[in-house]
């Protein structure tokens, strides 16, 4: 439960093209999104799905529909969307959470398999940044396996600092303070 009112974490929709010209939309996800993330979470390969939830397990249709239906006073998600043999597909995701307090968040992305390594991962993460730190958010954080090097080094790439989390030796903790990363673009 947030401490007190903050502005909502938005972001208007977008497109973005890919390398290869393939366009993709990018929204803020609906409500109306379950049918679209429970196939994208189904069609995610083992790998992905476990270096994304560090588990083996296949989230419950309660969970995803929680991933799709958001309180936009705390949460943003964002969805990257194709079209595919004439219907939307879901490609990737990308969240942040308001935990305690609204200047603090939790940030989290997957993508399908096929598209990792195309740019996405970048475009979905710098729209919720923007998004968060245009709703006061002040720090983001997140968490990934050590052995997560796709999303380490998208971290790194976008002024994350990575720290080993001192409860788990196979966790790295990722962390944006705006603060800071203005300091030092100052310097």
Avoid at 142 to 158: F, H, I, P, Q
Wanted: proline content about 5%; some cysteine.
């Amino acid at each position: 439960m947030l401490e007190r009112s903050a502005p909502p974490i938005q972001a208007p929709p977008a497109a973005w093209r890919a390398a290869d010209g393939d366009v993709v939309s990018i929204r803020p996800i609906r409500a109306a999104d379950l049918a679209l993330e429970v196939e994208f979470v189904k069609g995610l390969s083992f790998h992905s799905r476990y270096q994304r939830l560090m588990s083996t397990r296949m989230p419950s249709l309660e969970e995803l529909r929680r991933f799709t239906h958001i309180d936009p006073e705390r949460e943003l998600a964002l969805v990257a969307t194709v079209r595919a043999g004439g219907r939307e597909r879901q490609v990737g995701v990308a969240r942040c959470v308001r935990e305690t307090s609204p200047e603090r968040a939790e940030v989290a992305i997957v993508l399908a398999d096929d598209w990792q390594g195309r740019g996405l991962g970048t475009r979905l993460l710098r729209g919720l940044i923007a998004a968060a730190r245009d709703a006061g958010v002040r720090c983001l954080t997140g968490t990934a396996l050590s052995t997560n090097d796709a999303v380490l080094a998208l971290g790194r790439k976008l002024g994350f600092r990575l720290a080993a989390d001192p409860r788990s030796a196979t966790v790295t903790t990722l962390t944006l303070d705006f603060a800071e990363r203005v300091s030092a673009d100052a310097e």
